[in-house]
């Protein structure tokens, strides 16, 4: 397919590279008119010049800006029967599409969480109805059944399913390998807290008679097996407030994170402290290349704590190449408006970044329980209803779960079901 535009943009080329390549699709671009005129194949005037006998799709302006705007004016609108996001009064898919994937509004949210998050309550997605829907890929096949409906059948042929079951370890085990100043601690508190299970579990799992009950590796080692592209991330920053790991030096810890390792992709969980920091950033990066003796090349930050472009940025200096975190803590869905992989494009610099991937997930296991207060019923249809739509519109469906969670800890029993359910789905 041939696009006329007045002015190549890299903004535009960052859009079409995803909506095309991304899916298994080609286009060219020209701001010739004669070499447009005289193309025989699908083409698309995305300008105010109109050519004879050939579409026009009037451009909202977003995508031929240079510099970033501090506030843009966002409606819900219709484009072809298909809710789209109206940008500056404009319907315009394309530039809702960068909208969305570019997570424009992110660069100037005023109401962060607690942590400095942005959250899901504050998207555009979720205010108009549209974060638990692939709303990219949505309008991708209006745009696509519109101006080159020739196309579809090769988009149908190139959607298939890429399952990422993925696991947080932000704390290893609940008492195994906890020594010193810190067992000694959580025996203080529970007896004061006269809590006698948790000192009779804790004092029986250190001599060994019972399984910690954070322990899910085993599990965890089986799903390596079955699905090749699992993604394990750990935390192995120094002991603080949100960071409560078993120290990283430890012997056994490191025997444990090695043996993994060597049955997938191990990547790192920048503790919540390191997120302000490229020092402690570096040395958990050399901590776990000392431990696999692999270049750390992927990431997911802790506490789900990303800003634009900052974290990005960050990890790209430090030579990470793919990030997961792009998903919220306090709702399930689809933070970038789409399930499939993709680049980065930081709207500060106007640059595309397209060796830095960003692998977006559809839920996590914490959403359910604690933010959205889900029964285990509730949840099981909640996933249906996600990964239905990856199955439909096709993509990445990553999800994320804690070793704590898998093994049914505590408040946690009977959760299994869910993971469990989800591979199920996943493989039906």
């Known amino acids: 397919m041939l696009f006329y535009v007045d002015e190549i943009s890299i903004r535009l080329i960052y859009t079409l590279d995803f909506v095309f390549k991304e899916h298994g699709l080609e286009y060219q671009l020209t701001n010739d008119k004669h070499v447009f005129e005289t193309f025989k194949g ?15 799709l009037t451009p909202a302006g977003l995508l031929f800006e240079e510099t970033f705007r501090g506030s843009v004016l966002t409606e819900k609108g219709s484009w072809n029967g298909v809710e789209c996001l109206k940008l500056d009064s404009v319907v ?33 997605q979720s205010k108009f109805g549209w974060l638990h829907l692939q709303i990219v890929e949505r309008w991708i096949e209006a745009f696509l059944q519109i101006y080159a409906p020739e196309l579809l059948g090769k988009l149908e042929l190139q959607k298939s399913v890429r399952v990422i079951p993925s696991f947080d370890i932000d704390n290893t085990f609940a008492y195994k390998w906890k020594e010193g100043w810190r067992s000694w601690l959580s025996n203080g508190k529970d007896i004061l807290k006269n809590n006698k299970e948790r000192l009779k579990n804790r004092k029986s799992v250190q001599k060994g008679e019972l399984t910690d009950p954070f ?24 002991y603080a407030k949100y960071d409560t790991n078993i120290a990283w030096n430890h012997p056994q810890h490191q025997k444990l994170i090695l043996e993994l390792s060597e049955l997938g992709k191990v990547g790192l969980h920048p503790s919540y402290a390191s997120n302000q920091s490229d020092e402690k950033l570096n040395h958990e990066v050399l901590r776990l290349e000392k431990i696999t003796s692999k270049p750390v090349l992927e990431s997911r930050q802790h506490f789900l704590k990303l800003n634009l472009p900052g974290t990005y940025l960050r990890m790209i200096e430090r030579g990470f190449e793919k990030d997961f975190t792009m998903g919220y803590a306090d709702d399930y869905g689809f933070r970038a408006g789409t399930a499939y992989e993709h680049a980065f494009f930081d709207l500060l610099t106007n640059r595309y970044y397209p060796e830095y991937r960003i692998v977006p997930f ?6 359910l329980l604690e933010y959205k207060k889900l029964t285990i019923d509730q949840s099981l249809e909640a996933v249906k209803q996600l990964i239905d739509e990856v199955k439909k519109y096709g993509g990445t469906f990553c999800f994320i779960w804690h070793n704590e969670t898998l093994a049914e800890a505590g408040k946690w029993k009977g959760w299994r079901k869910v993971f469990d359910s989800t591979l199920e789905q996943l493989n039906g």
């Open 42 to 56: 699908t083409k698309l005037s995305y300008s105010d010049f109109e050519f004879e006998h050939s579409p026009v």
């Open 92 to 124: 315009d898919p394309l530039a809702a599409i960068f909208y969305v994937l570019s997570r424009y509004e992110e660069y100037h949210a005023s109401s962060p969480d607690d942590h400095g998050r942005f959250t899901a309550r504050e998207s555009i």
């Open 215 to 238: 322990d899910s590796f085993e599990t965890i080692r089986s799903v390596f097996q079955n699905y090749p592209e699992t993604r394990v991330f750990w935390q192995l920053g120094n």
């Open 362 to 367: 559809a839920y996590m296991d914490g959403t």
